[in-house]
């Protein structure tokens, strides 16, 4: 929360005194890919085996997103990153209207993924944190 504070401070020095309430916020790191392929990797006729589907994997959730608690993306929405996405979800309300924002932020490498503290976890965080401030303070200049 401080850190989506100060990023609004600093993006809205002329805030106009408008008062942001929180709803609800989350932050989901979603490291769910799609496979597809058939069941069976290969299949043995007579002692000779004939390969089957080459299972491929796919970015994006498993489940649909009416299917989904939070969190959900799909491959279009990584901005050319291989990496497992961090999910911004933000309710809230800003002058009394409600405002409602969602951030699929792409890492630039591969984190841990662990958020114990680690250097690359708590950057890619805080990334997300000022994306989602950056999409919020252009609705509330609006």
């Given at each position: 929360m401080a850190a989506l504070e100060d990023n609004l401070t600093q993006m809205l020095s002329e805030g106009g005194g408008k008062t942001l309430t929180v709803l609800n916020w989350?932050?989901?790191y979603n490291r769910q890919v799609?496979?597809?392929?058939?069941?069976l990797n290969g299949i043995g006729v007579q002692g000779y085996s004939l390969?089957?589907?080459k299972k491929e994997r796919h970015a994006g959730s498993i489940c649909s997103r009416q299917e989904s608690a939070g969190g959900w993306y799909e491959a279009g929405e990584l901005g050319g990153s291989?990496?497992?996405p961090l999910i911004s979800e933000f309710e809230g309300t800003s002058g009394g209207k409600p405002v409602s924002v969602r951030i699929v932020h792409s890492p630039r490498r591969k984190i841990a993924g662990k958020f114990e503290g680690g250097a690359d976890d708590t950057e890619e965080l805080l990334d997300a944190v000022r994306e989602?401030?950056?999409a919020l303070a252009m609705i509330i200049v609006k």
């Open positions: 989350s932050i989901y799609q496979k597809s392929g058939g069941l390969p089957g589907k291989v990496y497992f989602t401030a950056e």
